[in-house]
Nanobody, 127 residues
């Protein structure tokens, strides 16, 4: 069982920046496929970003078109931490953001690829 905990959500203004953090338990963190998803009120959960391990000890990142160029996902394997740096925030970024953990080898853009989820952290962007 992997425990996943997000933090960092807040109420911010349009154009502000915010960094979300996620910690996941387990000794294989460096090889997990890690993802960020979000769910706005009345909408389905959607993919935001993924970070997955490659066999040559590098990581591949992928982003939803709506956040590409504004959001950056990164990880610190020594701390079992995943981050989502969000810049130039917009009101449409308002949602509960979830961190997810999946096995190695997954592309990471679909929620079905993940086995463990955090409880979510609220991000509200005021106009």
């Amino acid at each position: 069982q992997v425990q996943v905990v997000e933090s960092g959500g807040a109420l911010v203004n349009t154009g502000d920046s915010l960094r979300l953090s996620c910690t996941a338990s387990g000794s294989s963190f460096s090889r997990y496929t890690m993802g960020w998803f979000r769910q706005a009120p009345g909408k389905e959960r959607e993919f935001v970003a993924a970070d997955r391990w490659n066999t040559i000890n590098t990581y591949y990142t992928e982003y939803a078109d709506s956040v590409k160029g504004r959001f950056t996902v990164s990880r610190d394997n020594a701390k079992n931490m995943l981050y989502l740096q969000m810049n130039t925030l917009k009101p449409e970024d308002t949602a509960v953001y979830y961190c997810a953990v999946g096995p190695p080898g997954r592309r990471g853009s679909a929620s079905l690829e993940y086995n463990y989820w955090g409880q979510g952290t609220q991000v509200t962007v005021s106009s």
